[in-house]
């Protein structure tokens, strides 16, 4: 009976405009990218929030420290850097132990935000476009938080200017 209650209350609410503004705003804030709301950043311990990333392109990239090819990526991570910009650059490991701390040395000294996303990796790649489970994988998203080009395989600055004329730089 409490939800039927809270339904109701929420369309009527809804009808009268009070909570129209509020439920825009939240869809403004990188709808897609709202899915690691809750996960932390392994540097600080901090948990993301979508909202700081509403109105900006941002690239996401998914990583494992036991995936040659993102050690790879990894170590040219200052030219992917370089490439996108002011770009914000968020990689996402499953795991933060030793090893990903040493090989993600240089994205977090380049800026990159390292997120720390244990539960539910899998399931986040799938829902990001890689039903596979590969890695490394990438995704950009444009400035309304909606992913509009994805890549499969280590990012260098090549990928990143393919990756720039399909989404707009």
Request: aromatic share 10%; with cysteine.
């Given at each position: ?6 339904s ?32 932390t ?21 998914f ?15 200052e ?35 390292i ?6 990796f ?48």
């Open positions: 009976m409490f939800k039927k209650l809270k109701v209350l929420t369309l009527v609410l809804l009808a009268f405009g009070i909570l129209s503004p509020l439920l825009a705003k939240a869809q403004d804030a990188a709808p897609m990218l709202a899915a690691f709301n809750g996960a950043y392994a540097e600080s311990g901090k948990a993301f929030s979508a909202n700081q990333f509403s109105g900006k392109k941002v690239l996401v990239m990583w494992k420290s036991d995936c040659p090819p993102c050690l790879v990526e990894m170590s040219g991570f030219n992917i850097r370089k490439a996108a910009g002011a770009m914000p650059i968020i990689v996402v490991t499953p795991t933060w132990g030793k090893k990903e701390q040493y090989f993600l040395q240089k994205p977090i000294k380049n800026s990159a935000l997120l720390k996303y244990k539960s539910g899998n399931d986040a790649l799938e829902y990001f476009g890689d039903p596979e489970g590969g890695v490394p994988y990438s995704v950009m998203f444009n400035e309304k938080g909606i992913g509009c080009i994805s890549n499969l395989g280590p990012v260098n600055s090549k990928v990143m200017k393919d990756m720039f004329s399909e989404c707009g730089k």
